[in-house]
């Protein structure tokens, strides 16, 4: 991880990537996987700002693969469409 910039860079393009594929499709199930990308992204950008831990590069760490695990499910979810 080089910074915490670029993490939230990849928050922002893996999120926003996933809003933008399904924004075309005008269903119920689409509003519902875009109002999950943007809690994602709300909750994610909260962990990266949270000042008070000890161990940054784990932090970060498990941050990128939350992002990863959680992006993927949302990917399935949209191919099911």
């Known amino acids: 991880m080089a910074n915490v910039r670029d993490l939230k860079k990849d928050i922002n393009y893996v999120l926003g990537d ?3 594929a399904v924004a075309d499709n005008d ?5 519902a996987i875009i109002d999950e990308a ?3 992204f709300d909750e994610l950008i909260v962990k990266v ?3 008070s831990v000890d161990n940054k590069k784990e932090h970060f760490k ?3 693969q939350e992002l990863e695990t959680r ?3 949302l990917i399935d979810k949209i191919n099911k469409l």
């Open 18 to 20: 996933i809003i933008g």
């Open 62 to 64: 498990s941050i990128n």
């Open 71 to 73: 992006g993927r499910a």
């Open 27 to 31: 269903t119920k199930e689409s509003e």
């Open 49 to 51: 700002n949270d000042r």
């Open 38 to 40: 943007i809690q994602t």
